[in-house]
């Protein structure tokens, strides 16, 4: 099945002179599939192409950048990904989608990699923002996981230790 998902996003690349908006559709949807099924390698394959003919709507390409910022982090390539996810973070903020959890994913993304202070702290502030919101469980334990990885490497273990804690409530109810 994925060998036939690839083959079909190489055949939309090769056809994208001729209909980019159709083909980016294809990259796209073909590269979320294995990006969202841990398969980042695959993932690459399928929208680096893409990407570096930078063929489809500005949207599209936005979206598709998102998802190749993930797969580089995750094959080990977290230099390369690094404009990609600074470019997700500035697009966060002046959006409508600004305190959400995708906006809380890419700022730690964003301070994951540089583990600067500066997007360390922005990271928990939006984080903090974003976990006021409603969410299922699982989300709010990829916030508390987040800011207790986040103040660790902030050198504020108590806060850790809280954003741990709270995990925790959120799981035994």
Do not use: C
């Amino acid at each position: 099945m994925d060998e036939k998902l690839k083959s079909i996003a190489f055949e939309a690349h090769k056809g994208a002179a001729a209909d980019p908006s159709g083909a980016a559709a294809v990259a796209y949807a073909v590269g979320r599939h294995f990006v969202f099924k841990n398969n980042h390698l695959a993932g690459l394959e399928v929208l680096e192409p893409w990407l570096s003919g930078a063929y489809g709507d500005a949207r599209m390409i936005e979206l598709g950048e998102s998802l190749l910022a993930i797969a580089l982090v995750n094959t080990g390539r977290g230099q390369d990904a690094l404009p990609y996810v600074r470019r997700d973070v500035e697009r966060f903020a002046t959006s409508p989608s600004m305190f959400s959890a995708d906006h809380a994913a890419a700022v730690a993304r964003l301070a994951l990699l540089t583990k600067e202070e500066t997007d360390l702290l922005n990271a928990v502030d939006v984080i903090q923002r974003a976990a006021k919101g409603s969410y299922e469980v699982d989300v709010m334990l990829f916030f508390y996981n987040r800011l207790s990885v986040l103040n660790l490497l902030l050198n504020d273990p108590e806060a850790a230790y809280q954003a741990a804690e709270a995990g925790y409530q959120t799981v035994s109810g």
